[in-house]
């Protein structure tokens, strides 16, 4: 085989793979244009009545509501409680920190299907299942890892002796904190946010045992529709999510990318 | 001694670490050690409100872990759960390599878009993902309608409703995971050998298998340990996917504790779940040593 054709085989490879890859979420696209009540392909028609349908749909708008709610209560919370344990453990001096911030890691390690029965069952007596609370405090606990490890990070990139001039020049140390550190950290306080609000928002494992009746989220909504349903008013209602889930993405992208133009 | 100026007193320690660890003890330790208590639990007790008021749950048995192993059923569900989480690593893994080497080598202006479609699909939910491959899949979808169509079939075939589409799902599902991992890995093995292999007139094929695979394998292992607990825990695709004829842990225990709602059972089958998470997590740990201690 010649070089030529090599390179051109391989290409093809990863395109074939990558249009494996982006399969689903294109074919939901498409699909989201139909109008006929039943799911079929390719398209009868072009047209955004689907979309309307679900902005009309009661059932989708309250699960739009509590998702953004949930999403939002849960990533800022997460966010206070990972940063202030990120700094305990990063300037810390106390016995057992090794343990701790294992303690702050592990939930990474647990499947969400055991923790979602775990959290059912100690949700229940307390009367949290299917309220917003429930789901904010279980959203917590799996993204405090995450806020925690991105924030522990960008504190550990840190440079202390910008701190230490500062307490010399006469900074208290919450003028220290307020003018030097927090500036530095933002990227990360910014990432780790909105992977928070990402994780919350896309999470279906836990919602599906601890809420769905009363305190249903997007893709709780969608699941529960897609078990009995398939028409395209479901695809449109996941075009909407996906992108929903995009801005905030492209956002922050492109605002690092701008400080980065402006910084040279 | 400089240190000591950016040190936060002891009181302000506690106080910072205080509600994080109040957080983790009500989302994490509490709701897994609970699980674990009511999974000892003698008989077959719901908590759950319509099921009448609570029953007073105490007493310690192993009932129902003897009913969990004791049933070949459920043996069979464990070796199914495994398999499928073999299957969707060996087929993910090696899927995705070829796009994280073209990503890791490439130096197209295109590359950080290249990069971002690879690993946004992690940011869509895999409730949306499943209905994607249910409309690629499906009695009247793409695949079936393509052939039919083309007259290479007569009448549709069923691709949904089954462990073909679940693996399948699974595996578009789980692969950017693969991806972003092997891609940190191909990071950090150095082009330089590359570069000399070719000038020493190696082909492209035997730089990939003599060079690259070996310097790669740990993050290929790595890769495969994160599709495969992430394919036994899954259950909204075998659930969507599987259209309630493929069975698996995560569906036995969805099953148990809002179906049947029998709660010490589900707590069993989750700690099996656990107990093999543990198991496979240990073995990957001392693979990876052997691996390091060879190198």
């Known amino acids: ?264 | 001694m400089n240190d000591h100026a950016t040190t936060p007193p002891r009181w302000l320690q506690a106080a910072l670490l205080a509600p994080g660890l109040a957080a983790l003890l009500i989302t994490f330790v509490l709701p897994v050690a609970w699980l674990a208590r009511v999974s000892l639990l003698p008989q077959a007790v719901s908590l759950l409100p319509q099921a009448g008021p609570s029953v007073p749950a105490t007493g310690l048995s192993a009932g129902a872990y003897a009913r969990v192993l004791g049933d070949p059923f459920y043996w069979w569900i464990i070796g199914r759960t495994l398999g499928i989480g073999v299957v969707t690593a060996c087929l993910a893994v090696p899927m995705a390599f070829p796009i994280a080497l073209f990503l890791a080598r490439s130096t197209s202006a295109w590359r950080g878009v290249l990069v971002v479609l690879a690993i946004a699909p992690l940011m869509t939910s895999t409730v949306i993902r499943t209905y994607g491959w249910m409309v690629i899949l499906g009695r009247h979808g793409i695949i079936n309608s393509l052939l039919l169509q083309t007259g290479l079939l007569a009448m549709p075939i069923r691709l949904d409703n089954g462990l073909f589409a679940t693996v399948v799902a699974l595996v578009e599902i789980l692969m950017p995971y693969a991806v972003i991992s092997i891609l940190s890995t191909l990071g950090r093995v150095n082009v330089e050998l590359e570069q000399a292999a070719a000038l020493l007139g190696a082909r492209l094929p035997q730089i990939v298998l003599r060079i690259i695979l070996p310097l790669a394998l740990p993050g290929l292992l790595t890769a495969a340990l994160l599709v495969f607990v992430l394919a036994i825990s899954s259950l909204v695709t075998p659930q969507l996917m599987g259209g309630g004829r493929v069975f698996v842990l995560a569906t036995e225990i969805f099953n148990a504790t809002t179906v049947t709602l029998d709660w010490p059972f589900a707590g069993a089958l989750s700690v099996v779940l656990l107990i093999l998470f543990g198991l496979v997590i240990s073995l990957y740990q001392r693979v990876l040593a052997r691996m390091e201690a060879q190198a």
């Open chain 1, 1 to 264: 085989m010649s070089p030529r054709a090599g390179t051109f085989c391989w290409r093809l490879l990863v395109a074939l793979l990558y249009a494996f890859l982006l399969a689903p979420l294109a074919v939901v696209l498409v699909v989201s244009f139909d109008t006929r009540p039943y799911l079929s392909f390719p398209p009868a028609t072009v047209s955004l009545h689907s979309y309307a349908a679900v902005l009309r749909n009661p059932a989708f708008r309250h699960a739009g509501l509590t998702s953004l709610t949930v999403g939002a209560a849960a990533a800022s919370l997460s966010l206070v409680l990972g940063t202030a344990a990120a700094f305990a453990l990063a300037r810390g001096t106390f016995r057992g920190r090794a343990y701790v911030q294992w303690l702050f890691l592990s939930p990474m390690l647990v499947p969400h299907i055991v923790l979602a029965v775990g959290l059912m069952m100690t949700l229940q007596p307390l009367g949290l299942l299917d309220t917003l609370g429930g789901l904010v405090l279980a959203h917590i606990g799996i993204t405090v890892p995450y806020t925690t490890r991105i924030v522990s990070s960008s504190l550990a990139a840190l440079d202390r002796s910008c701190e230490e001039a500062a307490r010399l020049h006469g900074a208290t140390p919450w003028q220290t904190f307020a003018r030097v550190i927090l500036p530095g950290l933002r990227p990360g306080l910014v990432a780790a946010g909105l992977i928070a609000f990402l994780f919350s928002f896309d999470e279906s494992v836990i919602a599906l045992f601890i809420a769905g009746n009363d305190a249903t989220t997007l893709p709780l909504a969608i699941y529960q529709y897609i078990q009995f349903r398939t028409d395209p008013q479901v695809a449109a209602l996941s075009v909407l999510v996906v992108a929903l889930t995009m801005i905030p993405v492209a956002i922050v992208e492109r605002g690092i990318s701008l400080r980065r133009a402006v910084g040279g």
